[in-house]
Every structure is written in structure tokens, then in C-alpha cells.
């Protein structure tokens, strides 16, 4: 039988992301007694992690809200949701790029700000010039980055009659697979920065990409460039941004991220961070959230971890299963199986992954490990967190 959880959404997560709870996870308001933490973008740096925390789950992609290395020393796992609102931001991108390309938004505001009297149509008519555009078709679109989002706004944009080109030295087999085959990909940023009339960026923010797009690479952008960032702001080096805006080496701006300085920009459009801001996105947010912290609580499974590797034995049918999260240090796994013989527990199967300086170990053994044996796999040092697991009275 499962053990009973306890679950706390420090945000409100969808219902149908909580429907997803399998029935041992029982809903609290007490934050401190949880096995598990549902968010979004609620802020946890200042927040205590309890000890009985297992898990926490980020219903989207971005995690900057979390304490990482906390958690990883306390052996919490985190969860995110890669690609669940990746169709949300790519149709805000190409919804961005007609707005850059042709004035809607002035035009809206414009028409907005006019007496509402007989005369409005001939005004209208006499004024639209000032805010009319170019179309996209056939213009050349950079994407920077061509995993879950890039790849869906290349191949949109090749279905609109656009020329794209794609730089992402690190395109996973999945996404190239989908990928249309019009899109022209480059090996050199360069090439994309130089040659193209439109840019997007869609990779994720780290050490190594914090202003990614820097003056260097703003400088060798076509005159005239427009920029789209519905990625990270901290992706590119808004200064540098703002320079180029008014040389008018950059046309426009379009931005998903609402900053003191990006507010005073010229021919920018600032859009409240609305990426994944649609009820479908929540929906895929919050159910991927759910079903992988599910599985991790009651098999052990770890699937789209920021801290900890992947992992699987699939469900948990022997008596017990033995999950140990341990630093990823020299003869550490031979000491734990070494510990397993010397309490005469046999292993049925096994597996283990390292991530960095981290790994997990899952064992599947035919017998029910005591919690004094648990506390004694505990106690040894580089040991992060031990779970026990009961699955089946009997293995199959």
C-alpha cells in the first residue's frame, strides 16, 4: 500500500494538475508538513525546507525562485515542466513579430484616444498611414536556441512564407527531428547575426549565457534588426540593447520582461511576461508537474530534475524499493551495495546515474528493509537522502 502524502501549493496550481495526484497525496495548508511542494513563481530562497520535504515541483520551466543548492544538500529534488508551454511562447513570438512589423499597438492606441463622434472613420482613414508596416513574409528570422520553443517558431515561421535560419549547437535528436527541413542551420552565430531581419532567442539562462547577446553581437546585426527576447531578459545586455535602439541599429525591441530600465527604452514593446500565460499552458504546467513528483514520491522515478539525474526502474512492484541520492564521489556505490550484503539483502536490480557532483541509486530487493538498515545507509558520509519504498508484498 502507498504511503500517504502530504502536498502544499504555495501558488494556485490548475485542478487538473492536481487531479493528477494519485489518491495518497492528501492537500494541507501547512507548508512545513509536506512531502511535497506544488509552485509556480511563488519565492522560496527565504523560505525554511523542511526536513520531511521530499520534493518540489515548478509548474514551468524557469526555477530561479528556488534555492537549488539548498535543496540539493538536503536531498529535495526539483522538478520542472520543459516544453509543457512551449506552444503558449512560440505563438506570443510570431504574435510579437507582427507587431514589430506592422504598428497594431500604436494604431490601436491611437484609434483608442479619439472622440467617438461622427467624423471617427474619415479621421481614421486620413491617419492609419502613420502606422502602417512591412509584412514578415519573406523576410529572414534568426532562432537562437531550437529545443522546445525555437524549433515550434522556426517551423511557424517557415509556414508564413518567412526565410529562417537556426543556430543551436546543442540541438537534442527530438527536436531535429522535428525541425523543417527549410530551416537553414547554421554552425556559426555569426552567420545568423549578419544575415537576418528578425531575431529570437530561446535558451536557457545559466552562468555561461548571462548576456549572451552582448554589444559584440549586437554590432554585427543587419541595421534595421528587429530583436525578440520572450526567453530570459537577462539573456541579453539591455544597455548594449539600448544603444543600438537609439542608433537604430536595432528597429525594435520586443520583450516578454518588464524592467525599470527596458521601460524607458525607445520603440520597444513590453509585453507582461504573458509567454505562458494561457489557460492551456497552466493545464500542462501543473498536470507534468504533478505526475512527476507523483512518481517520484511513490517509485522513485525522477524525470525533468534542475538538481538530480533521470532515472527509472519503472513502478515499484517488489517489496522495496531503496533510493539513495548520494554526492557523486569514488567508491561510494560499492559501499552501499557493500552495506546491502553485509545485512544479507539481496539486490534484484538495480540502476544509477550521476548529474555533475551528484548521482542516484535505485535497488529493488525481494525482502522488507527495516529502518534500522535505512538509517545506517543514512549515516555514511557523502549520503544525501535514503527513501524506503514498499511496493508489492510479493515480487512478481
Known sequence: ?????????????????????????????????????????????????????????????????????????????????????????????????????????????????????SQISSRVEAGKKAFSGTEIKGRRLGVIGLGAVGHLVANAAISMGMEVMGFDPYISIEYALKLSRSVHHV???????????????????????????????????????????????????????????????????????????????????????????TEEAEENCAVMAARQAADYLNNGNITNSVNFPAISLGKAIYPTR???????????????TTLFGEANINIDQMVSASRGGVACALFDVPVNVLRDFAMQLSSQPDILKVRVIYGREEPL
Not at 22 to 41: E, G, H, I, K, Y
Not at 70 to 91: L, S, W, Y
Not at 203 to 221: D, F, H, K, N, V
Not at 322 to 336: A, D, E, Q, T, Y
Request: glycine residues 8%; aromatic residues 4%.
Open 1 to 117: 500500500m502507498m504511503k500517504q502524502r502530504n502536498v502544499a501549493t504555495l501558488n494556485n496550481i490548475s485542478p487538473k494538475g492536481l487531479a493528477e495526484l494519485t489518491t495518497n497525496f492528501t492537500q494541507v495548508s501547512d507548508p512545513m508538513a509536506c512531502d511535497l511542494w506544488l509552485v509556480r513563481s511563488a519565492d522560496l530562497h527565504a523560505m525554511a525546507l523542511p526536513p520531511r520535504l521530499r520534493a518540489i515541483a515548478r509548474a514551468g520551466a524557469g526555477v530561479n525562485n528556488i534555492p537549488l543548492e539548498r535543496c540539493t544538500n538536503q536531498g529535495i529534488v526539483v522538478f520542472n515542466t520543459p516544453g509543457a508551454n512551449a506552444n503558449a511562447v512560440a505563438e506570443l513570438v510570431v504574435a510579437g513579430m507582427l507587431m514589430a512589423a506592422r504598428d497594431v499597438v500604436g494604431g490601436i492606441n491611437w484609434v483608442r484616444g479619439q472622440p467617438a463622434d
Open 187 to 277: 554552425t556559426q552565430l555569426t552567420e545568423l547575426l549578419e544575415e537576418c531581419d528578425y531575431i529570437t532567442i530561446h535558451i536557457p539562462l545559466m552562468e555561461g549565457t548571462r548576456g549572451y547577446l552582448g554589444a559584440e553581437q549586437i554590432g554585427r546585426m543587419k541595421p534595421g534588426v528587429v530583436l525578440l527576447n520572450f526567453a530570459r531578459d537577462q539573456l541579453v545586455d539591455e544597455r548594449a540593447v539600448e544603444a543600438a535602439l537609439n542608433s537604430g541599429q536595432i528597429r525594435r525591441y520586443v520583450t516578454d520582461f518588464a524592467n525599470e530600465e527596458v521601460m524607458q527604452f525607445p520603440n520597444t514593446l513590453v509585453i507582461p511576461h504573458l509567454g505562458a500565460a
Open 322 to 336: 531503496v533510493m539513495v541520492l548520494h554526492r557523486n564521489v569514488p567508491g561510494i556505490l560499492s559501499k552501499i
